[in-house]
């Protein structure tokens, strides 16, 4: 049994104006706004786009898009980000052998805001973003689409990916705090066995 039967997951409802004409429709709308990995030297924080939800990192094929009546899909988010607490101490340091080597007693703004800015480059080469992985499902029988997430943030950045991909307006119909308010749960529990394992 997952989580899902267990009643530990929150979810978002939406519904869509229309569904895909068919799974090959669906893949190519995955792939127009498909997951991009981020690289350390990217000038962008964060990247959002569409993957497999059981190869979180399968952003090309989407294999195990089709479970039974439903798409099976997932949002994943990764962000580059430090606190100034973790900032600190490097920068300081930075700062403290730049005074050294230029034989300065204050550094000027913009050359703070540039030493800042390779602190940061330095801690991204070392180390991985924060990833967030959200799964969707459409069941193409009602037309309903489960959004797995009731975060604010994560909703409005589905809905705005959602229907730049698929060309589909869609309407927030109600949050859940189970899969059990809405019935169905039986119907929806073989889809996520893959994705959340028997736990």
């Given at each position: 049994?997952?989580?899902?039967?267990?009643?530990?997951?929150?979810?978002?409802?939406?519904?869509?104006?229309?569904?895909?004409?068919s799974?090959?429709?669906?893949?190519?709308a995955?792939?127009?706004?498909?997951?991009?990995?981020?690289?350390?030297?990217?000038?962008?924080?964060?990247s959002?786009?569409?993957?497999?939800?059981v190869?979180?990192?399968?952003?090309?094929?989407?294999?195990?898009?089709?479970h039974?009546?439903?798409?099976v899909?997932?949002?994943?988010?990764?962000?580059?980000s430090f606190?100034?607490?973790?900032?600190?101490?490097?920068?300081?340091e930075?700062?403290f052998?730049?005074k050294?080597e230029?034989?300065?007693?204050?550094i000027?703004?913009?050359?703070?805001?540039?030493?800042?800015?390779?602190?940061?480059r330095?801690?991204?080469?070392?180390s991985?973003?924060?990833?967030?992985?959200?799964?969707?499902?459409?069941?193409?029988?009602?037309?309903?689409?489960?959004?797995f997430?009731?975060?604010?943030?994560?909703?409005?950045?589905?809905?705005?990916?959602?229907?730049?991909?698929?060309?589909?307006?869609?309407?927030?119909?109600?949050?859940?705090?189970?899969?059990?308010?809405?019935?169905?749960?039986?119907?929806?529990?073989?889809?996520?066995t893959k994705?959340?394992?028997?736990?």
């Amino acid at each position: 049994m997952t989580r899902l039967l267990k009643g530990n997951v929150s979810f978002t409802v939406f519904m869509p104006e229309k569904t895909p004409d068919s799974i090959e429709k669906a893949r190519e709308a995955l792939a127009e706004s498909a997951f991009q990995r981020l690289d350390p030297t990217d000038l962008r924080d964060e990247s959002v786009g569409w993957v497999d939800a059981v190869l979180c990192f399968d952003n090309e094929n989407f294999s195990s898009l089709l479970h039974d009546s439903f798409f099976v899909f997932a949002l994943r988010e990764d962000k580059y980000s430090f606190t100034a607490a973790q900032l600190r101490p490097y920068i300081e340091e930075a700062e403290f052998v730049f005074k050294r080597e230029n034989n300065l007693e204050y550094i000027a703004a913009q050359q703070k805001k540039e030493i800042r800015e390779q602190v940061i480059r330095r801690m991204r080469t070392n180390s991985y973003p924060k990833t967030t992985i959200t799964e969707v499902a459409w069941d193409m029988d009602s037309k309903l689409i489960y959004l797995f997430s009731q975060s604010g943030a994560t909703i409005a950045k589905f809905t705005d990916i959602f229907e730049k991909s698929f060309e589909i307006s869609i309407n927030q119909v109600h949050l859940f705090d189970s899969v059990k308010e809405l019935g169905g749960a039986d119907k929806m529990e073989p889809v996520f066995t893959k994705i959340w394992g028997e736990k």
